[in-house]
């Protein structure tokens, strides 16, 4: 469904922009997702909207594949990209799994700020992005997916997260719809 509203405490979360996700190779290029993201991030923060900024630093324990899926990570793999504008109001959610719930405390932090709708976008679609989305589904969040600021690995997982699952979750839209619709 085409995004339509978004409620008055509505929060963005940036899923894994950081060093080494970005640096791998994806199917849309990195910058410019990490851009829209970016301007994502400092409109709402020129709206006094929480903006959550999430990294990985590994896998679940007791994992044994590669977190990076073969590829070779940086050193400061882990650290969130500059273009993202950590701010001291930003909440920080560092996960050990694909999805930004499990094992982190982002369900209490958007609770206690009366949060009802995220707004989410990030890498990579398929993983990421979709089991926070589908996390927020189930504990309640209207979800919305800004479907140009989020990249993937594969085309077609990509593609699938994007026509088949978050239109099921919620709205998804564009960044400038979403920017339209925060006034």
């Known amino acids: 469904m085409p995004v339509t509203t978004l409620d008055p405490r509505t929060a963005l ?14 199917v849309h290029p990195a910058d410019g997702i990490v851009a829209r993201g970016a301007r994502l991030a400092a409109a709402f923060r020129e709206r006094g909207l929480p ?8 896998g679940a324990p007791g994992r044994t594949e590669s977190p990076a899926g073969g590829h ?12 993202v ?3 001291p109001g ?3 959610v560092t996960k050990q799994q694909w999805g930004a719930f499990h094992g982190t405390a982002l369900d209490l932090e958007l609770r206690r ?15 990421g992005v979709e089991s926070s989305a589908r996390a927020a589904h189930e504990h309640g969040y209207h979800v919305t997916v800004a479907t140009d600021a989020v990249t993937d690995l594969d085309e077609a997982a990509h ?23 925060l006034g």
């Open 85 to 87: 504008d950590r701010q």
């Open 113 to 127: 700020r009366g949060v009802t709708q995220i707004v989410f976008a990030g890498v990579a679609t398929s993983i």
């Open 72 to 83: 070779t990570l940086p050193a400061d793999w882990a650290e969130l990209v500059d273009e």
């Open 159 to 181: 593609r699938n997260s994007l026509e088949k699952i978050f239109p099921r979750l919620g709205e998804t839209g564009t960044t400038d719809a979403i920017l339209t619709l």
């Open 90 to 92: 930003d909440i920080t």
């Open 51 to 58: 903006v959550v900024l999430v990294n990985v630093t590994g």
């Open 13 to 26: 979360v940036l899923i894994d922009l950081q060093k080494g996700i970005v640096a791998l190779p994806t």
